[in-house]
């Protein structure tokens, strides 16, 4: 009886160990996070940057966030909308990833806004601005650690505006980022009595600009502004200034037009004005340490605001499983817990809105050599209106 007694206590002793024992692996089991990010074309390096920038953040943690160790897997977007149902689809179904980190694209990251919302992923969106993602898809599920494409356009209609300029052109690529980032300038610029003459566009990423140029410089307008990046934004340039327009017609943007290219404008871009949340060397000094980490690590690379994106995602999303013990399915407590965050970003400090969009200071910069200076402060604390979002 006794000896039947000790053996019934041993088994369940050793039953609730095995329990324990098993909670605990699963617990810290790495947290799988998947990169959708471009690594072929024209988005190229910004890819690159976001996932330096992320790997970073991850690693200053001692490469764990909410108590859990991160590994990763990547999948090459392409920047191609029509592969991006397939390609997310992969992450979260073959590789079986916690959270999704991507993407550049607006247009790749809709799509995966759409699956991620269905599926109920946690989605991090390090860069495109596709106000949709922040606006009638918004989730409980999906973060932005960057911008609508709205801010920046706003912000620089604004400031052109107050500038006296009266007419203007715009010129971009056809797709979502594009347009929507005409339509913030048009918004501000109109309001404080601008004009928008012409609107010009080709399909992305086409970099065929000169039938554009040669249309810009017989509208003569006050000024123009755009929106291109990464290499289509170095080719735009360059192209602006050997078509003899520097000089007569001030070109304006999005920051993205200087952003991670003055290497490769190879000074073209000097004296651009553009609106942007980042600029180089801002004065505080999570930004100094930011620099200082980030050319140590990647071996005397300057960051721009690609990488400063990808580090604020990895932030974000270790505020969120700091909140939930490294727990991913408590999407409740982690959006809580970011929503009420102040993010120490290298951009200077910002909030998360309700519908999951940086709310931030818009500088206006100056390309000056390889740097982006900040002028001024352009817009304070600029929140996208989230136009649609159920959750704001
Ligand atoms: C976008 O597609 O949203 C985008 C791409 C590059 C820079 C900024 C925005």
Redesign the pocket.
């Known amino acids: 009886m006794k000896y039947k007694q000790m053996f019934r206590v041993a088994l369940l002793a050793s039953a609730l160990l095995g329990a324990s024992l098993s909670a605990y692996a699963e617990d810290n089991k790495p947290i799988k996070v998947g990169f959708m990010l471009p690594a072929t074309g024209t988005?190229t390096a910004?890819g690159n940057a976001i996932e330096n920038g992320f790997k970073l953040y991850v690693s200053e943690q001692g490469g764990k966030l909410g108590g859990r160790t991160i590994e990763y897997v990547k999948v090459d977007d392409e920047s191609d909308p029509a592969k991006a149902t397939d390609n997310i689809n992969k992450l979260i179904k073959s590789d079986k990833v916690d959270v999704v980190v991507g993407t550049?694209?607006?247009?790749v990251?809709a799509a995966m806004a759409k699956v991620a919302k269905e599926t109920k992923t946690l989605l991090f969106v390090p860069?495109?601005?596709?106000q949709a993602i922040t606006g009638p898809m918004c989730a409980p599920n999906i973060f932005r650690s960057s911008f609508s494409?709205w801010q920046p356009g706003y912000a620089m209609g604004e400031v052109m505006a107050k500038k006296g300029i009266k007419k203007a052109v715009t010129i971009t690529w056809k797709?979502?980022?594009g347009d929507e980032s005409i339509k913030g300038f048009k918004d501000s610029f109109t309001k404080n009595g601008g004009e928008v003459i012409k609107d010009l566009n080709l399909p992305f990423p086409n970099v065929e600009f000169q039938a554009l140029l040669t249309e810009i410089a017989a509208l003569k307008p006050d000024a123009v502004y755009t929106f291109f990046?990464?290499g289509g934004a170095v080719k735009f340039v360059k192209d602006y200034k050997a078509a003899g327009l520097m000089d007569k017609i001030p070109l304006y943007g999005a920051g993205?037009l200087t952003d991670g290219t003055l290497e490769a404008q190879g000074g073209d871009a000097e004296g651009l004005q553009t609106a942007l949340h980042y600029a180089d060397k801002l004065d505080n000094p999570k930004d100094k340490a930011f620099r200082s980490a980030y050319e140590t690590a990647y071996k005397d690379m300057v960051p721009d605001v690609y990488a400063v994106q990808g580090y604020d995602a990895a932030q974000m999303l270790g505020i969120g499983l700091a909140a939930t013990n490294g727990d991913v399915s408590k999407q409740a407590e982690l959006a809580a817990a970011i929503e009420k965050a102040e993010i120490d970003s290298p951009r200077g400090k910002f909030t998360i809105s309700k519908a999951h969009n940086p709310v931030q200071d818009i500088y206006l910069r100056e390309a000056k050599g390889k740097e982006n200076v900040v002028v001024e402060v352009a817009s304070k604390a600029l929140a996208d209106p989230a136009t649609g979002c159920p959750l704001k």
């Open positions: 988005y910004l550049v694209h607006s247009g990251a860069n495109a601005g596709a494409n797709y979502a980022a990046a990464g993205f």
